[in-house]
């Protein structure tokens, strides 16, 4: 499970290399495929370019700026889809099938059909965020789920990597039931963050929060994971990497302090890369929020 993981199916599948199934969650939508076949060579180049800068602070520094991701939400190419597309050909897996769904009150899949994406075609895909920039492509094409394989391995069990889009503020997904019902069906995840915007340390995202608390055995983030405050009474212990003297944006003055005391309390780790955001002095690190071994 990987919330705030906008366009990072790449990172996702460097952590955890031999996932079978993903979810990541963010603001953005999937995206149209089908606009691909609308444009001329000149067009198709222009996007592809846009593309090229758009990715690169994700294949060069571990992450991607809102910015870049607000950007591919409009145009030709699917910004979300582009990206997963290439974190398989990175990790030298095919695509074999994508479908598009919504999820419905209680937290089950719908998959939409030919005639259900033409029946709501011009009702477009709305911001989930009032800074965001507005989507302009169908609601169709919001969640989808993406199938793949290792290359040239005809016989390889299906691995599944579903997107979807959503605000994970505690009232928007309060007003949208089905996605927490939709994630409270994994008993038990494995999850992941980072460049998050630190977001798992503000009050307004508990619903998020408290999900990941109660269902996930194992993490791996940067500082923009969950706070000592969370972790140590719902029984998590959490083993540090790297350096970290503060977090690189500006954010509440206690959980900076306890993570910076909760570096400062175990034995230096070296961290050879980057793993999402750089600390306040541009150090690397890396958490690990686990419950103990038995």
Do not use: C
Request: proline fraction near 7%; charged fraction near 25%.
């Amino acid at each position: 499970m990987y919330p705030f993981g906008g366009g990072d199916l790449l990172s996702a599948l460097t952590t955890y290399p031999h996932l079978t199934e993903v979810t990541t969650l963010s603001l953005e939508h999937a995206g149209d495929p089908r606009r691909v076949e609308g444009g001329d060579g000149a067009s198709l180049e222009d996007s592809l370019q846009q593309l090229r800068e758009n990715i690169r602070g994700l294949l060069t520094q571990s992450d991607s700026t809102s910015d870049n991701l607000m950007e591919l939400q409009r145009g030709q190419l699917p910004g979300q889809l582009a990206f997963f597309l290439v974190a398989l050909a990175v990790h030298g897996q095919e695509p074999v099938g994508l479908r598009y769904f919504q999820i419905e009150p209680g937290g089950d899949l719908h998959y939409l059909d030919e005639d259900e994406i033409a029946a709501i075609e011009k009702e477009l895909a709305r911001r989930l965020n009032q800074r965001w920039t507005s989507p302009d492509f169908s609601v169709a094409f919001s969640n989808m789920e993406l199938t793949f394989r290792p290359k040239e391995s005809a016989d390889a069990p299906l691995r599944i990597h579903r997107h979807v889009a959503a605000n994970l503020m505690d009232g928007p997904l309060a007003s949208d039931p089905g996605v927490m019902h939709y994630l409270e069906k994994y008993d038990r995840v494995t999850a992941m963050t980072k460049a998050a915007s630190y977001t798992l340390w503000n009050p307004n995202f508990s619903r998020v929060r408290n999900y990941l608390l109660q269902h996930m055995a194992f993490m791996l983030s940067d500082s923009t994971g969950i706070p000592p405050r969370y972790t140590m009474p719902a029984d998590f212990v959490q083993e540090t990497y790297g350096t970290f003297a503060g977090p690189f944006l500006d954010t509440n003055v206690r959980d900076a302090d306890d993570f910076r005391a909760l570096w400062r309390s175990q034995p230096e780790r070296p961290l050879a890369f980057r793993y999402g955001y750089l600390d306040s002095e541009k150090h690397p690190h890396l958490l690990v929020t686990r419950k103990p071994r038995t």
